[in-house]
């Protein structure tokens, strides 16, 4: 699996534990080794000006992301086409903000943001409730069981 981090923001982030997250959370969702992801953390000013040029809403965001080739996730007989799953961006200063005010750390709003944004690329969505449900359901295992795994480590 192809996944590649950039940090363009002044904060540093624990860039390894990203990529581990990226891993585990897209093997558990079966998506073929060879699909291709990149991160990119990015500062306030960066973030407002995609948040508004793309969704059309002002001020910086947390995380957006950007599908490429629409990969679904796969089963485990049948694991997605390889492919290019697509871009996520995130803002640390943004997730900092939030994470003081859920009361967790920095780094644990970040890989909560990245799968969010992963589960995003392969086309979950939390406009209806029904989706909402599922979508928040998964990116909750998908922590848990990644967190439970880092303790193995």
């Not at 969702?29 to 699909?35: N, T």
């Not at 599908?67 to 995130?90: F, K, S």
């Not at 997730?95 to 799968?115: F, I, M, N, P």
Request: hydrophobic share 45%; glycine share 6%; proline share 7%.
């Amino acid at each position: 699996m192809s996944i590649e981090i950039s940090n363009e923001s002044a904060i540093p982030v624990d860039e390894a534990a990203l990529q581990r997250l990226a891993v585990y959370a897209l093997d558990q969702l079966h998506v073929h080794p060879d699909a291709d992801l990149a991160i990119v953390l990015v500062d306030e000013a960066a973030m407002e000006q995609l948040h508004v040029q793309w969704m059309d809403e002002p001020g910086p965001t947390d995380v957006l992301s950007f599908p490429m080739d629409e990969l679904r996730p796969g089963t485990e007989d049948a694991v997605t086409p390889p492919g290019l799953l697509g871009d996520i961006v995130l803002c640390p200063q943004v997730a900092a903000a939030q994470a003081e005010t859920a009361g967790h750390s920095l780094l644990e709003e970040l890989l909560l943001l990245t799968t969010h944004g992963i589960l995003h690329l392969l086309g979950f969505d939390h406009a209806e409730p029904e989706e909402e449900k599922e979508m928040f359901g998964l990116q909750r295992d998908l922590l848990v069981g990644f967190a439970l795994d880092e303790r193995r480590r």
